[in-house]
């Protein structure tokens, strides 16, 4: 029997919320001109190569109606299962921005890797087994290598559908000692989990959820200066993948 961890690491899918956040990496990589994903969604994807790592990239893509980046838990899940189930990757990786919390150490700028577990705060439905379904609970695999040579902390990241934060929300924060709230990662660890893939979150700090500025002013703010600091971080670990690494190695 083969031992996925023994593998090398041969081809990396990369997935975004939104363009502001994929294309610093993208231009950094060299990567391909953005391509319809598949027929009917606006996910848009980017390939290339860093060192022999084949890298596809993807972003949720324009919504025709609104205009905007098409963010949130339903297209994340939705574009990660096509993109993964299309380009069978070794390795999925969400990055993407996030709002923190100061009472835990967070600041804007701060980059995490998921840890513990992924969690939905917003999933509310109190049936016994539904009220788990709901709250995710999806265990992370740990990459004590990559918190190392990036040099981050990690802890457990918290999705939803809203930029805002109720008071519900913000006692589950507290309870689940969350450091990262988007508006994605569980979702996509979802599809992960049910298609067996290596999983893993990158989430930088553009908002403080416990302080009293309005997370859409700091969010909107702090956008192109938080990606900056993601894409330092992303451009290191792909490189570090690139001169050809196991899961196993990662793991530890
Ligand atoms: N992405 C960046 N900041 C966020 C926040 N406060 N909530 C959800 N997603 C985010």
């Not at 994807?45 to 025709?64: K, S, V, Y």
């Not at 969690?119 to 539904?130: E, K, N, Q, T």
């Not at 379904?133 to 802890?155: C, H, N, Q």
């Not at 450091?179 to 979150?201: G, H």
Request: charged share 25%.
């Amino acid at each position: 029997m083969t031992d996925e961890n023994s593998l090398m690491i041969r081809k990396i899918a990369l997935s975004f919320a939104m363009h502001a956040e994929a294309d610093p990496i993208a231009g950094r990589l060299g990567l391909s001109e953005p391509r319809i994903l598949r027929e009917g969604l606006p996910a848009r994807i980017r390939t290339g190569r860093c060192g022999h790592i084949d890298i596809m990239l993807c972003a949720q893509g324009i919504d025709p109606v609104h205009g905007v980046d098409r963010i949130g838990t339903e297209s994340a899940a939705l574009t990660a299962w096509v993109l993964a189930e299309e380009h069978e990757p070794d390795l999925l990786i969400n990055a993407g921005t996030c709002g923190g919390f100061e009472c835990r150490g967070g600041a804007v700028g701060k980059t995490y890797l998921a840890g513990g577990h992924f969690l939905y705060h917003d999933h509310l439905i109190p049936i016994p087994g539904f009220k788990e379904l709901g709250e995710g609970r999806i265990p992370v695999t740990p990459y004590g290598a990559i918190e190392e040579l990036l040099a981050i902390e990690s802890g457990p990241v918290s999705s939803g559908v809203s930029l805002t934060t109720n008071d519900h929300e913000r006692a589950f924060f507290e309870r689940e000692e969350v450091v990262a709230k988007d508006m994605e990662a569980t979702a996509i660890a979802s599809v992960a989990r049910d298609l067996a893939l290596p999983f893993m979150a990158l989430k930088t700090v553009t908002d403080l959820v416990d302080h009293p500025e309005p997370s859409q002013d700091a969010f909107q703010r702090n956008l192109a200066s938080s990606t900056e600091q993601l894409t330092d971080h992303l451009e290191r670990l792909l490189r570090f993948l690139a001169e050809g690494r196991t899961l196993g190695e990662l793991s530890r």
